[in-house]
């Protein structure tokens, strides 16, 4: 007579997997653990770096407003000016909001000196999560190149601006800029393209008031 075969219990097999593992599971565990409390502890360091990082740039945005850009850059006596704010603060991963956003102002204050190549530099890193941000950054590097002749890259910039851009409004104003990059260069076609577009999906709106003017300006030459 065959003895049947006695299955071992659910209990049984976790205590089993748990003998068997242990080592792993404890290792897990306290990886977890580590996680948990460097999560908690990131949140909270990144919390204390916005708070300073607030505080430094609420010292500075008065100098803006009365056009002290040099001052505003370098900073004065213990006041960190924004090249020392982003240089801490802005960044994609470790950055703070305020940090990001002095990295803009900071690269806007080096355009208002007329240092073009500083502010390019600068327009090119800044990393910022609101999209009509975002792309103020990459049409300022439009403005850069723009200001330099170079018209080419100014277009494209303009161009990624009005992609990036979520108000309708900018996005317009972004094309008719390179729209305007592509008729200094003497690329007539490609201006005109640009400003039918605007004016097709924008209608109404200021840009395309300036894309049907520019078009008119241009269109003998055509």
């Given at each position: 007579?065959?003895q049947s ?11 089993y997997?748990?003998i ?6 404890i ?11 460097g999560?908690f ?5 990144q919390?204390?770096?916005e708070?300073?990082?607030s505080?430094?740039?609420?010292r500075?945005t008065?100098?803006?407003?009365q ?5 505003a ?13 982003a240089?801490?603060?802005a960044g ?20 208002s000196l007329?240092e ?6 600068v ?5 910022i ?8 950054a ?23 601006a009005?992609?990036k851009?979520?108000n309708?409004v900018l996005?317009?104003?972004?094309l ?16 005109a393209?640009l ?5 097709a999906?924008?209608p ?10 520019s ?5 003998g030459?055509?």
């Open positions: 007579m065959e075969i006695i299955k071992p219990s659910t209990e049984e097999n976790l205590l997997i748990a068997k593992y242990k080592n792993a599971i290792s897990a565990l306290v990886l977890l653990a580590i996680l948990v409390g999560t502890f990131w949140i909270n360091y919390k204390t770096n708070l300073e990082s505080l430094q740039l609420s500075i008065p100098l803006l407003d056009g002290e850009y040099q001052i850059i370098n900073g004065k006596g213990n006041i960190p000016g924004l090249k020392k704010i240089g801490q603060y994609n991963f470790t950055g703070t909001r305020s940090g990001n956003m002095a990295n803009l102002l900071l690269a806007n204050a080096y355009y007329g073009f190549d500083s502010a390019l530099k327009f090119k890193t800044v990393t999560a609101n999209n009509d941000l975002a792309a103020a990459l049409s300022g590097a439009g403005d850069c190149y723009f200001n330099k002749n170079q018209f080419g890259p100014a277009a494209e910039s303009y161009q990624d009005s992609k851009a979520d309708s996005k317009a104003q972004y008719t800029h390179a729209a305007n990059s592509y008729q200094q260069s003497n690329q007539l076609k490609k201006a393209e400003y039918k577009k605007i004016i999906d924008y109404g709106s200021t840009g395309a008031a300036v894309a049907q003017r078009l008119w300006q241009i269109s030459n055509l």
